[in-house]
């Protein structure tokens, strides 16, 4: 049974830190690309930050330089450092796991971060 399990989700003030971890189990980590996408009400979900197996990275504009995704195979785990946040980082924070090549994903269950003004 495959399960990503977010965590580190909360509260935080503006210009504060916050690290969201996901861990991964049921899958061989290490062949996954992991991704941390976001949902703010009444929005659609959008890709925050992107990690490939072989560990190249991207990430949306609105988070370039303030936020850091990186991955530790041997606890199949990934992570994303968020530095600087802002009211609009307010979103409900998702995992997710795409096998290299196929068309399939998985999806965690969601952590919420709500940055305060």
């Known amino acids: 049974q495959v399960q990503l399990v977010e965590s580190g989700g909360g509260l935080v003030q503006t210009g504060g830190s916050l690290r969201l971890s996901c861990a991964a189990s049921?899958?061989?980590?290490?062949?996954?690309?992991m991704g941390w996408y976001r949902q703010a009400p009444g929005k659609e979900r959008e890709l925050v930050a992107h990690?490939?197996?072989?560990?190249?990275?991207n990430y949306a504009e609105s988070v370039k330089g303030r936020f850091t995704i990186s991955r530790d195979n041997a606890k199949s785990t990934v992570y994303l450092q968020m530095n600087s946040l802002k009211p609009e980082d307010t979103a409900v924070y998702y995992c997710?796991?795409?096998?290299?090549?196929?068309?399939?994903?998985?999806w965690g269950q969601g952590t919420q971060l709500t940055v305060s003004s």
């Open positions: 997710n796991a795409n096998p290299i090549g196929l068309k399939y994903d998985y």
């Open positions: 049921g899958i061989l980590f290490s062949i996954f690309d």
């Open positions: 990690i490939r197996n072989a560990g190249s990275t």
